[in-house]
């Protein structure tokens, strides 16, 4: 009898050590784990077009981060990618594509094919091909602003801020009020909703002229190409501005490669929107 007792007292004592040695396993596994899937890794491959040549100067961008790079001579590409990230390739004159890497953990190298978007053959120009570098290409779709040469040449100073009447605001008028100071204007600019107007109108005005920024400097075509119609060019720029914000952070820093950018990425999103318009 003290032999079996002996003999049981041993094996929990083992089966206890499993336990730890057990616990400590899936610890570990899981640890392995989270930094698999939650780790930003190199994601590394090459793109292709429909014959299987390499493709260079394509941007690769991830939208989750903002990151983009450019694929070398041969179509090979390094970026940096979170698990689920969207990476979104785009070159001239080929069709956009998108897609998500590590879904399940596994990093394997991507083999993109991008596809040359069909076109008639009109009048023959020679014009320069955009690179895939956005400084260069903003420069080529650019517009020659002839205003803005003459201001430059000229050199004179440019005000500071627009030159309009400043709307009343509450605190600047009820805060004068409490120190015994009373602006009648002003008072008088928020009873009537005069102050409210000028606000909406100034808004107005800033929207139709960020508008105007970007189509002063950005030729029809290049919308067009995109696949916006050339009657809806001013209302896509409008809806990128909500879609997107940065678009109108980039025009107010007059950065037209930023604004291209933040444009490619708002161009699906429009069309999808036309199309729910025509069902």
Avoid at 99 to 114: E, H, P, Y
Avoid at 170 to 184: E, F, Q, R, T, Y
Wanted: charged share 30%.
């Amino acid at each position: 009898m003290f032999v079996i007792f002996k003999l049981k007292n041993k094996l929990d004592h083992i089966f206890s050590d499993n336990k730890v040695i057990g616990r400590k396993a899936i610890v570990l596994f899981l640890i392995l784990l989270f930094n698999n899937f939650f780790s930003q890794q190199a994601i590394t491959g090459r793109i292709i077009d429909e014959t299987g040549e390499g493709l260079g100067a394509v941007i690769i961008i991830n939208i989750s981060t903002d990151q983009k790079v450019y694929s070398n001579s041969q179509g090979e590409f390094s970026i940096k990618a979170f698990p689920n990230d969207e990476l979104r390739f785009v070159k001239e004159d080929f069709r956009r594509v998108s897609r998500k890497v590590l879904t399940d953990g596994i990093n394997s190298q991507l083999l993109i094919t991008l596809f040359q978007i069909p076109k008639d053959i009109g009048e023959v120009k020679i014009v320069k091909k955009l690179t895939g570098d956005l400084e260069q290409d903003s420069r080529i779709v650019a517009k020659i602003d002839k205003g803005e040469i003459v201001k430059q040449a000229v050199g004179l100073p440019q005000p500071v801020g627009k030159m309009r009447e400043k709307p009343a605001e509450v605190k600047s008028v009820l805060l004068p009020i409490l120190l015994g100071n009373l602006n009648v204007q002003g008072v008088y600019d928020l009873i009537s909703g005069k102050a409210r107007r000028q606000k909406r109108l100034y808004r107005y005005d800033d929207l139709q002229e960020h508008i105007a920024w970007i189509r002063n400097r950005v030729d029809d075509d290049y919308f067009i190409k995109a696949g916006i119609p050339p009657g809806q060019i001013s209302e896509f720029i409008e809806f990128s501005f909500g879609a997107k914000p940065q678009v109108r952070t980039y025009v107010k820093a007059r950065n037209l490669s930023g604004v291209l950018l933040r444009l490619e990425e708002t161009v699906p999103l429009y069309i999808e929107r036309l199309k729910q318009r025509q069902k």
